[in-house]
């Protein structure tokens, strides 16, 4: 049955001239049948480069327009038009308008985590890799970042610049705690803390290595530890293990799990395929918009 619709999407996205890409928290079934793995921002950009008519975004809501934002020429399709995120809900372009308009000259970095109307009012977007060169290269010393508090407090703490920021979180980061993570310290004491910068200051302050998920597996690849306690989302220990079949990867909480990049299945992706449901459209002008935000990042 699984063989069966796994051939069948691959026949698909074949006759369809569709590329299929997986964020590295979806379910190991979904990762195992895209054409390419990785975080957002990444598979965005190097879908843009294919010469697929059809891009099918395997991830959550923003993740799809983020790759509309790029691929202007491309169809793109969510197989769960429901699949959203918490943390980009946070913020809405008007909250943030009116934001700005309490101190107009003060710079908007936002995470691409975020929704595209929001990009689309930023001055400049980052990433969870980029966050401490993108605000270093603003002349102000007086930066607003949108929509993740710890985030902020991450990239403040490496900047030195004053950073305002928004109130916003991601609840699977944001729940682990340091006490969860000292039990799996002291279970494994040989292994080294990999933590998302999403996660908590008093969390990241126990971390060996502080990274995004593609940043997180570079590191498990480079580096001569054996064993690595994983601070982020647990699908991403599918690719860990995957790619270093050798090493051991425990994830720093069970409970960090989204529910949101769970909601795609097999049967999601055929649908999908077969129906060209849930496809992402952007209005011309915020697309245009948000290029830009996320544009000034990508020269750097
Ligand atoms: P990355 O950009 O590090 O893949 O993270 C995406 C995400 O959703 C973090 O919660
Ligand atoms: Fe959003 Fe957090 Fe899920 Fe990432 S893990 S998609 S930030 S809710």
Redesign the pocket.
């Known amino acids: 049955m699984r063989r069966g619709i796994i051939e069948k999407i691959k026949r698909l996205a074949k006759e369809k001239n569709a590329v299929i890409l997986a964020?590295n928290?979806q379910p190991p079934e979904i990762q195992d049948i895209a054409d390419l793995c990785g975080d957002s921002l990444e598979l965005s950009i190097r879908a843009s480069k294919t010469d697929a008519e059809i891009i099918l975004f395997c991830?959550?809501s923003?993740?799809a327009e983020t790759a509309a934002i790029v691929s202007p020429d491309k169809t793109v399709l969510l197989p769960r038009a429901d699949a959203?995120?918490?943390?980009?809900d946070t913020v809405t372009p008007q909250a943030l308008k009116a934001k700005i308009a309490e101190n107009p000259a003060m710079p908007v970095v936002t995470y691409v985590?975020s929704t595209a109307d929001v990009k689309a009012v930023s001055t400049i977007c980052c990433t969870s890799a980029n966050s401490v060169k993108v605000v270093n290269s603003l002349k102000e010393n007086s930066v607003m970042m949108v929509p993740?508090k710890n985030l902020a407090a991450y990239t403040a703490g490496r900047t030195g610049k004053t950073i305002y920021p928004w109130n916003g979180y991601?609840?699977?980061?944001e729940n682990l705690t340091p006490e969860a993570v000292l039990e799996q310290k002291q279970a494994h004491p040989e292994a080294l803390f990999m933590a998302h910068p999403?996660c908590r200051p008093e969390v990241l302050a126990l971390a060996d290595i502080v990274a995004s998920t593609s940043g997180m597996l570079k590191a498990a690849k480079e580096s001569a530890s054996r064993s690595f306690i994983v601070g982020?989302?647990i699908g991403l220990i599918h690719p860990l293990k995957k790619q270093n079949p050798d090493k051991s990867f425990y994830p720093a909480s069970p409970l960090?799990v989204?529910?949101?990049?769970k909601k795609i299945r097999l049967e999601d992706v055929l649908c999908c395929l077969e129906e060209m449901t849930s496809e992402v459209r952007l209005p011309e002008a915020v697309r245009r918009a948000a290029h830009r935000a996320v544009y000034r990042m990508i020269e750097l």
Not at 84 to 88: D, E, I, R
Not at 258 to 261: F, L, N, Q
């Open positions: 964020h928290y991830g959550v923003f993740m959203g995120c918490p943390l980009a985590n993740d991601c609840p699977v980061h999403e982020t989302e960090m989204c529910a949101d990049m």
